[in-house]
Nanobody
Framework: QVHVVESGGGLVQAGGSLRLSCVAS????????MAWYRQAPGKQRELVAR???????NYADSVKGRFTISRDNAKNTVYLQMNSLKPEDTAVYYC??????????WGQGTQVTVSS
């Protein structure tokens, strides 16, 4: 069964940086547009960033200029570099395919907490 494991979260002060990683158990996502999502307490899961197989990227307005998504297909891994973090970035971060038809079961995610 295909699964992903997200890691790299933690507690950081506002203005700090974190780098998240998402490793898939197979190369199933190497031909897919991949994305990072986040879910804050009491809120719906939202799209943060996506990256195509050609490495074209798109970002939510709230993170544009601060976050960078990248991928390494040789390692079945997608990254999210997060700089200039704000308290409102606090959430559980998940990765999955962008297209709902290609998605697998959601992983446990990685918690990011930004203190003011």
């Amino acid at each position: 069964q295909v699964h992903v494991v997200e890691s790299g979260g933690g507690l950081v002060q506002a203005g700090g940086s974190l780098r998240l990683s998402c490793v898939a158990s197979t190369n199933i996502f190497n031909s897919k547009t991949m994305a990072w999502y986040r879910q804050a307490p009491g809120k719906q899961r939202e799209l943060v960033a996506r990256i195509t197989t050609g490495e074209t990227t798109n970002y939510a307005d709230s993170v544009k200029g601060r976050f960078t998504i990248s991928r390494d297909n040789a390692k079945n891994t997608v990254y999210l570099q997060m700089n200039s973090l704000k308290p409102e970035d606090t959430a559980v971060y998940y990765c999955n395919a962008y297209d709902w038809r290609s998605r697998i079961s959601w992983g446990q995610g990685t918690q990011v907490t930004v203190s003011s």
